[in-house]
């Protein structure tokens, strides 16, 4: 019989195009991503980051955020202790990738640790160091990126009490090095985000259609729900527990609390209303995050009200601004203040809030505001914008409707793209409402 490589896992009414790999090929393709992210990745970044010795310490189910997204498609979780040392020898342009552990860890990370030899770990990983006399130890501690701080005390009490006197002033934080491993993204991983985004895209066009939408019938929780357990039966998982809520015309517009808590209940969708998600999933170690709007039609509708379409226009118009403004170097907090400046000054209402995404939803890199800080953020709206780096542009505005007697919230989220080129998206964006039709519209 025919090998399949390639499975695609939908529901009878699914829309996706993007194939899904089966189990035993998604292993195959996750593992060579992570070597080509280890033998030419890790190299630059070690670089970068002037540490020529990364220790990453970590127990069975208590892994190190970083360290999880080392391990090979086959462990699901490190074992025991396990310690790796990556050491960067610059002058003749090498990279160790050394693991104190009984065995190797899949095909890139060898084992360094003969117990029967050396009965102690922690020796055996001071023997490691002394044989190469590293200039700097980097681990992963890290006052403002939780993702960069994976040591827990215990272990690093126990490291520092078997490091010999010597390499201790030589010990620093591998910070900046943690967070360019999270945040950085191969050419690869970036042909499969994009495969990732449109599944995802697919995935929100469907459940924003009459194949999940009956109006005045179907609840905002049916289509969280439906959403789901699509992404549960095309052999994938969400990250979060999607949203999907309304506005209308007859209920005054929530703050920013409530848009962003369960407060808004379960409503019944009604013709007229403004429907909004917010949707991520995850496969093949990457992590979508998307939210996208659509109108549902009245009875003697076509299309959305004017009124609304320039509305979502003004959404557009503010992901624009904020786009604009990436520029390598700059910090989170310094894009996002030229974009809020500039945003008012064009007379629209505000609120951005884009985080990186990659690795984890919510990953490691510049933080460009967040909904309750708008004046920046501290420690991690810092940190600066590099290339080939993911974000989730994640805002809105509110813009005032006088035919509903109140303001609407245009709330978007997509994945763009930062590289040597500028900006893009790594799929495409919504740039019209998408339209659900009652009954009666649709004949």
């Known amino acids: 019989m025919k090998r399949i490589f390639f499975v695609l896992l939908v529901l009878c009414t699914g829309m996706s195009h993007a194939q899904v790999l089966a189990e035993r090929e998604r292993s195959k393709v996750a593992d060579e991503v992570l070597s ?26 208590n892994e190190d955020p970083v360290l999880r997204t080392m391990l090979p498609s086959t462990w699901l979780n490190a074992r025991r202790r396990t310690i790796l040392v990556f050491y960067r020898d610059q002058k003749n342009d090498s990279i160790e990738k050394l693991a104190i552990a009984r065995y190797n860890i899949g095909d890139n990370i060898e084992s360094a640790w003969n117990k029967e030899e050396q009965p102690d770990q922690w020796k055996a990983l001071v023997e490691i160091i002394e044989k190469r006399e590293p200039s700097k130890i ?17 272990d690093y009490d126990e490291f520092i009490e078997a490091l010999p006197e010597k390499y201790h002033d030589k010990v620093v934080s591998a910070e900046k090095l943690a967070i360019g491993w999270i945040e950085s993204r191969t050419l690869r991983e970036m042909v499969i985000f994009s495969d990732l985004v449109e599944i995802t895209h697919d995935i929100i066009k469907e459940a924003f259609s009459t194949n999940v939408i009956q109006p005045g019938v179907t609840t905002t929780d049916d289509v969280v729900w439906w959403m789901r357990q699509k992404v549960t039966n095309m052999g994938m998982e969400t990250w979060f527990h999607p949203t999907v809520d309304i506005q209308r015309s007859s209920e005054k517009l929530v703050d920013h609390i409530a848009a962003f808590s369960d407060e808004n209940g379960d409503s019944v969708i009604l013709p007229g209303d403004l429907v909004h998600c917010d949707f991520g999933i995850s496969y093949l170690n990457l992590n979508t995050d998307c939210q996208q709007m659509a109108y549902v039609l009245k009875d003697d509708e076509t299309k959305a009200p004017e009124f609304l379409q320039e509305a979502f226009r003004k959404g557009n118009q503010l992901q624009d601004i904020l786009t604009s403004n990436f520029e390598t170097g700059l910090s989170g907090n310094e894009i996002l203040r030229r974009s809020l400046t500039q945003a008012k000054e064009k007379g629209l209402k505000p609120s951005i809030y884009s985080h990186p995404l990659g690795l984890y939803g919510h990953s490691a890199g510049p ?22 780096t993911v974000y989730a542009i994640e805002l809105n505005t509110e813009v005032e409707i006088p035919e509903w007697g109140k303001s609407v919230r245009i709330m978007l989220e997509e994945a763009g793209f930062w590289g040597e080129d500028g900006f893009r998206y790594v799929n495409k964006r919504q740039t019209d409402l998408m339209l659900i039709p009652s009954d009666k519209a649709e004949n």
């Open 138 to 154: 980097g681990i992963n501690i890290s006052e403002n990126f939780g993702i960069a701080d994976g040591l827990v005390k215990t």
């Open 36 to 61: 080509v992210r280890f033998n030419e990745l890790l190299p630059e970044l070690m670089d970068r980051s002037d540490i020529d010795m990364w220790v990453i310490i970590s127990r069975e189910y």
């Open 367 to 388: 933080t460009i505001g967040m909904w309750d800080q708008q004046d920046g953020v501290p420690g991690t709206g810092d940190y600066p914008l590099f290339e080939n």
